[in-house]
């Protein structure tokens, strides 16, 4: 068993290159939004909307990715690199199909999907363009999230980061250079901005790829026979699919949450406005706590592989206190600074103390936030994803907008009552997930008892 010193420096060592790798993820969605706007209000609109869309394209690949990092992690934990090797088989296989399978539903169901989205007339033509290039990159998109996926079960976390520089590299030139004709390049527009992010995902996608194969990782003992992903794929099914679920729960939640917000009796644009723009200040704050899930998922798969429940429920805790107490001295720091923050962000001024009270109730969140954040991925990393999915659905479903209805429409009438609604039930969602995490038997999901029970190898 690792010494307390040993264990935080497995934290630090799995944590910093993920961090840095998702403020690299930050500064590609912050380009493509500015480019954006120096093209037209139109472009920065389509923009938004596809990009909502490309999540619930990729919702295939994030499950089959966190199952990818349960079924490997916990394989390299219990020294079985043959089943390891042939999960990363497995993973890639159905990363490659469920690409392919989701382009052709994007191509041939465009304007179904610009219909479901209710994009406005004058917009169209541009999200549809929009949708049309990023349908085509799909199959590599995927390759890239379950080869990041891959590296992290198998602790190479430095591959990824090279990765997203490269993204971040190719889609920043691209986007200037195409977008805004300069370097030489053609003056392309938001074709060009679409294209930017084709090449560099294609770019990163590649490199991972070569790292794969440099690695010995692309054999022919890695696409595994039917008869083994038959009895390999259920387990993959159960950690994917709650996954996958609690991810859409999530995000439509968010989508009814806005609708809330738009429909308040007063001040309705001012709110949403000063949501939106909080919603960026706070981003900041959870790139750091989805390095740390990652981490955790990690850790804890490797540890209970290792067929030690015990060391795994003592790295899920280590994690959540690194991450919630250093991002909580981070956030007391940007308290201080919220009206500074509020009129930097925005010169509106009727939108500044919607942006201010937005903020000051969600910055108190931010350490509940982090814990669902973490612990989440802790049992992620376990395959018990069922708890986060039920957990995650209940809180929002069940409680934060019924809530923020009642509260933001009838007892308050303002946009205060729907940001009181966030901070209580991140509150819930934070104590039920430490309620499980403690005292729950999420051990259960792990592929280690399955392999005591078997005695199997592979």
């Given amino acids: 068993m690792p010494t307390e010193k040993a264990s935080y420096r497995a934290i630090w060592n799995l944590s910093w290159p993920q961090i840095l790798m ?81 382009m052709g539903v994007g191509l041939l169901f465009r304007d179904e999907l610009l ?38 079960a198998r602790k190479e976390v430095m591959l990824p980061l090279f990765a997203m520089i490269l993204i971040t590299v190719v889609n920043t030139a691209a986007d ?54 038959r009895s390999a794929l259920p387990y993959l099914y159960k950690v994917a699919w709650p996954a996958g679920l609690m991810q859409v729960l999530w995000q439509t939640g968010y989508l009814v949450l806005f609708a809330i917000v738009a429909r308040l009796p007063v001040e309705n644009i001012s709110a949403l406005a000063g949501m939106t723009v909080g919603l960026r200040v706070e981003a900041v704050l959870f790139l750091p706590g989805v390095a740390f899930n990652m981490t955790a998922s990690v850790l804890v798969g ?3 592989g290792a067929g030690n429940p015990d060391l795994a429920r003592r790295y899920g805790f280590q994690v959540w206190g690194v991450g919630v ?72 479903w069940c409680f934060r907008l019924p809530m923020a209805w009642y509260l933001g429409h ?10 009181i609604s966030q901070l209580s039930s991140q509150v819930v969602q934070a104590a039920l997930l430490l309620g499980v995490f403690a005292y729950g038997n999420w051990q259960r999901f792990g592929l280690m008892s399955k392999r005591k029970k078997n005695g199997k190898s592979a």
């Fill in 302 to 304: 490797n540890a209970l």
């Fill in 115 to 152: 219909l479901l989205l209710q994009v406005p007339p004058e917009i169209q033509s541009i999200t549809s363009e929009f949708l049309g290039v990023y349908a085509l990159l799909l199959p590599s998109y995927y390759l890239l999230l379950i080869t990041n996926a891959v590296f992290r």
């Fill in 176 to 229: 200037f250079g195409l977008g805004l004709g300069m370097w030489g390049l053609p003056r392309m527009g938001y074709r060009g901005l679409a294209w930017a992010t084709f090449w560099s995902v294609m770019a990163g996608s590649a490199l991972n790829l070569f790292q794969i194969w440099r690695k010995g990782l692309l054999t022919s003992e890695t696409f595994p026979p039917m008869r083994w992903i």
């Fill in 410 to 419: 009838e007892i308050m009438q303002s946009s205060t009552g729907v940001w």
């Fill in 325 to 396: 107490v250093g991002m909580s001295l981070v956030t007391m720091i940007v308290w201080q600074y919220i009206p500074e923050l509020c009129r930097f962000m925005t010169p509106d001024l009727a939108v500044q103390p919607q942006m201010a009270d937005y903020l000051f109730y969600n910055l108190i969140a931010i350490p509940f936030t982090l814990t669902s954040i973490i612990i989440g991925g802790a049992l992620n990393g376990a395959g018990a994803t069922w708890y986060p999915m039920w957990i995650f659905g209940f809180t929002v």
């Fill in 22 to 102: 998702m403020f690299f993820h930050f500064w590609v969605g912050f380009i493509d939004v500015y480019v954006a706007g120096k093209l037209n209000r139109e472009v920065q609109a389509s923009l938004g909307l596809i990009t909502n869309c490309l999540f619930f394209l990729l919702i295939i690949a994030q499950s089959v990715a966190n199952g990818a990092v349960a079924a490997v992690s916990q394989s390299m934990g219990a020294e079985l690199r043959r089943r390891a090797q042939r999960y990363i088989g497995l993973c890639m296989e159905l990363a490659l199909l469920g690409g392919v399978a989701i």
